[in-house]
C-alpha cells in the first residue's frame, strides 16, 4: 500500500539477504490474512515447501503490523521469475503482499554488507 502510494520507493536491505534468482537459500516471506491460511498452505504445498514463521522470542506465529500471519515458502522448482510468481501469488486470495521486490514497486534499494559499504541498485 505505502509502495503503491508513494512518489519514491526506497527499500534497505543486509547483503546476507540479497539474492540474484529464487532457490532454497532463503525462503520468500508471504503475508496472509488469518481467517485464509488453512485454505493457501494447501494450495501451496504442490510448488513449495511452505511453514508458518515462528516469532523468536514470542510464542506463536509471527504477525504483520496489519495483524496477518507471515508464512514462508520455498520454491521446489528452480529458474522462477520472481516478478510472474510475485503476480502469482498475489493473485490467490488471502495473500496480501509476498517479500519479492519487482520493479514495479521499487525505485532504489540499499544493500549494506558487515563493513559497512552500501551499495544502490536503481531500477
Do not use: Q, W
Not at 40 to 62: A, D, E, H, Q, T
Not at 85 to 94: E, Q, R, V
Not at 95 to 115: K, Q, R, Y
Amino acid at each position: 500500500m505505502l509502495a503503491f502510494n508513494s512518489k519514491k520507493r526506497i527499500f534497505i536491505g543486509e547483503k546476507s539477504k540479497e539474492v540474484k534468482r529464487l532457490s532454497s537459500n532463503f525462503p520468500i516471506p508471504i503475508e496472509v490474512v488469518p481467517f485464509s491460511l488453512p485454505f493457501i498452505i494447501p494450495s501451496l504445498s504442490s510448488s513449495f515447501s511452505v511453514k508458518i514463521r515462528k516469532g523468536n522470542l514470542k510464542r506463536g506465529p509471527v504477525i504483520s503490523d496489519n495483524g496477518n500471519i507471515i508464512i514462508d515458502a520455498i520454491p521446489l522448482k528452480k529458474d522462477l521469475d520472481p516478478c510472474r510468481l510475485d503476480l502469482h501469488l498475489k493473485a490467490i486470495p488471502g495473500v496480501v503482499e509476498t517479500g519479492i521486490f519487482c520493479n514495479n514497486l521499487v525505485d532504489l534499494v540499499l544493500i549494506a554488507d558487515t563493513s559497512g559499504i552500501i551499495r544502490e541498485i536503481r531500477r
